[in-house]
């Protein structure tokens, strides 16, 4: 056991442990009922850095978007004319007339399609430099982040918010921004056409504005509760899908399908308030607008008759009536779309905004080259963040030299995974030193200090690509010799070479086609190519079988030689092979020796001991 059971915060940053995607699902769904919602769009703001980067296509779009809504506007104009002047001398200009509307349709034609191209380029490639940028802001993040943030609300930002901005740039702005050129452009030439009908317009827009702002704050309320209710079903049908081995075995197929349907319907529940609310809200809408509309153009007929304005300025005004009231309409939907994003944009911003506690210092100190392989930890003293008052190292020193072999042993919670979290610089400790070659870890590039270390986990978290892929990680500039080697050495070469395709086999997701002695091994010729002088063992024998333990532990021999090593022991045989045995108990050092020494000195060594040769 290590001491992240003792440590519920240390144990966030434990990764790609088995079950962990049902627990990401759940966290997801646990993530929506937390998110902060937005009642104004300037963190959309924050989008147009990333906007900048492409001027170019940013002026191509706003232009096409231009041409595209007075083009639209032009017909208007050209109908007017076919009406007025078509007909006159026995419609001696008719067939021009239309031809002109004929040539304005296909420019608007033209023009609409290459504003959607430019738009939707524009928004596709700000939203893959925002997604890039928010991963790359991910990875750099700190266990110490982790253990305040969730990993499914990291997710669902990376993922659900991004999609919200998505849709946002390459749909909902280019319609919400067509529809407001439109409604200024048609306004003003609603003016020039009569001023007196669309004074009489002009009243009905206050009519229009109320339930769209009234009932499109309920509609998002709503909408943002049917997605978190839709997320809790998403996270257990993630969870039972994890476990569908646990699920069918203990036949309990029945009662999952039940739950999920149950939460499912509350969802749907959810969503069917939303609906009724945005049915009303459309058809409050088309009743003022249209009933508004009638009542003018009544009054436009009645100058007509009395002269006061002609048959083809009545249509222009008619048709300019009902694109202003068309946009105002959409206007209205696209308003909820801008929220939406909006607030997906504060959380994303969020996320970008963050710094890793763990970072490199403005002028980092080199280390020295050569690499000789020696870590000191001196009087160290720390705590997990958000458990202050429980510490997991008091005190603790400890100097592993050039070469030598150093296990630690102790009860679970003693600290010794800590140690490695500390060597690693996941975290900083509240007071004492940690180095590594005689360097402070604080005065250096937390890159450079993780480079002279080669970690084996107990999980041995392996990811869905091939074998060689997954040996390649310890190093992406191994050659195929050099994975070779590793496997070989790793004891790794006999079962990566009799998989169907090699080393060129897809392991599947975590692994999973694999043994978790092959795992083991895998996670070894991983460690073996990094070809780093320092190499840290988490407990890489305790769940195997004695068949395996063997093949694993004739794998770590070989590894250990030449290496400055440090293993956290569970079993007595990497025990009896090191140089020198530390035992840890509550954060400090309690004993240190060899192995004969410590069992002549009795005292928690011997008494682990005792237990395990008795458990054997």
């Not at 980092?364 to 458990?387: H, I, N, W």
């Amino acid at each position: 056991m290590t001491d992240a059971t003792a440590h519920p915060d240390a144990a966030a940053d434990i990764r790609g442990r088995p079950g962990a995607g049902a627990q990401l699902a759940e966290q997801m769904g646990e993530a929506g009922e937390r998110r902060e919602r937005r009642r104004d769009v300037r963190p959309l703001g924050r989008l147009f850095p990333y906007a900048m980067r492409h001027k170019g296509h940013v002026v191509m779009a706003g232009f096409w978007l231009i041409m595209s809504t007075a083009a639209s506007l032009a017909l208007t104009a050209a109908a007017r004319g076919a009406i007025d002047n078509g007909f006159e001398n026995g419609g001696a200009q008719l067939n021009l007339w239309f031809l002109l509307l004929g040539a304005n349709a296909l420019f608007l034609g033209f023009a609409t399609a290459v504003r959607y191209y430019f738009v939707t380029k524009t928004g596709e490639r700000v939203v893959a430099d925002l997604r890039k940028g928010l991963f790359g802001r991910i990875l750099t993040l700190d266990p110490a982040f982790y253990a305040s943030m969730r990993t499914g609300e990291v997710l669902s930002r990376l993922t659900t918010d991004i999609a919200l901005v998505e849709t946002l740039l390459t749909t909902s702005v280019s319609f919400a921004l067509r529809n407001f050129l439109t409604l200024v452009g048609g306004t003003v030439l609603l003016f020039v056409v009569s001023p007196k009908l669309t004074g009489m317009v002009l009243l009905v827009v206050p009519l229009l504005l109320g339930p769209i702002f009234l009932f499109g704050r309920t509609v998002r309320k709503l909408t943002v509760a049917s997605q978190d209710r839709f997320a809790n079903a998403v996270g257990f049908a993630g969870e039972s899908v994890d476990a569908i081995e646990t699920v069918q075995a203990f036949g309990r197929e029945a009662s999952a399908i039940e739950r999920f349907g149950a939460a499912v319907e509350a969802a749907f529940g959810v969503s069917l308030v939303r609906m009724k609310a945005r049915a009303f809200m459309t058809a409050m809408i088309i009743v003022v607008m249209f009933g508004g509309v009638t009542l003018v153009l009544w009054l436009g007929a009645q100058d007509v008759i009395a002269g006061r304005m002609t048959p083809g300025a009545l249509l222009q005004f008619v048709l300019l009536s009902v694109f202003s009231a068309g946009a105002v309409g959409a206007l209205g939907e696209s308003w909820g779309d801008v929220q939406k994003a909006a607030g997906a944009m504060e959380r994303i911003d969020e996320l970008m905004r963050s710094e890793a506690a763990i970072r490199s210092p403005e002028t980092p100190v080199v280390l020295p080259e050569p690499p000789t392989g020696e870590v000191s930890m001196s009087a160290v003293q720390f705590a997990y963040p958000g458990r202050p008052d429980l510490p997991a190292l008091k005190g603790f020193s400890l100097t592993v030299r050039p070469g030598e072999t150093v296990a630690l042993v102790g009860p679970s919670g003693a600290g010794k995974s800590t140690v490695f979290r500390l060597l690693l610089r996941f975290y900083d400790p509240q007071a004492g030193v940690v180095s590594v070659d005689g360097v402070d870890v604080r005065a250096a590039d937390p890159v450079a200090v993780r480079g002279r270390f080669a970690w084996v986990s107990q999980e041995a978290p392996l990811f869905s690509g091939s074998a060689s892929e997954n040996i390649r990680f310890g190093r992406e500039a191994a050659s195929d010799e050099d994975v070779r080697a590793a496997a070989e050495e790793a004891q790794a070469l006999g079962f990566v070479e009799a998989l169907p395709e090699g080393f060129d086999t897809p392991l599947g997701e975590r692994g999973k086609s694999l043994s978790g002695g092959q795992r083991q091994r895998m996670a070894i010729a991983r460690a073996l190519v990094r070809d780093a002088p320092i190499l840290l063992l988490d407990e890489a024998t305790s769940a195997l079988d004695a068949e395996n333990e063997r093949l694993v532990q004739a794998a770590l021999d070989q590894a250990m030689r030449g290496r400055t090593t440090i293993v956290i022991a569970h079993r007595l045989a990497t025990v009896l092979r090191a140089d020198r045995i530390v035992v840890m108990e509550d954060g400090r050092v309690v004993q240190e020796g060899t192995h004969q020494s410590l069992m002549a000195q009795g005292g928690l060594y011997a008494r682990l001991a005792e237990l395990q040769f008795r458990a054997d």
